[in-house]
């Protein structure tokens, strides 16, 4: 999908490199010999217009990847908030609008 998006599609769902991400880089290698990432990602949008995909839903789709990559890169700290309470909570918040 980095590969393929164009920059304008890229800075409306505020994505950077691959690298910055680490769902894609937890394996230690963000690129495969052999592969072509733009061409496959252009291939998968083109199939999605076959089965009937509008435009404004391959964009949700869009976002929804966005989304996934941006929540692995989020960390998250428990609190307790007093000795009473044993519930603990969780704080998180992710920055941006999708639009």
Not at 4 to 22: C, I, Q, S
Not at 37 to 66: G, P
Request: proline share 1%; glycine share 8%.
């Amino acid at each position: 999908m980095l590969a393929g998006l164009t920059r304008e599609e890229k800075a409306k769902l505020h994505l950077k490199e691959p690298a910055d991400y680490r769902y894609l880089t937890g394996g230690k290698c963000i690129t495969c010999d052999g592969r072509d990432d733009q061409a496959e990602f252009a291939d998968i949008r083109s199939a999605m217009k076959v089965l009937t995909f509008t435009d404004a839903e391959i964009w949700e789709v869009m976002k929804i990847l966005a989304l996934l990559l941006h929540l692995g890169n989020i960390k998250t700290k428990a609190a307790v908030i007093s000795k009473h309470d044993n519930s603990g909570f969780i704080t998180c918040f992710l920055a941006g609008e999708y639009s």
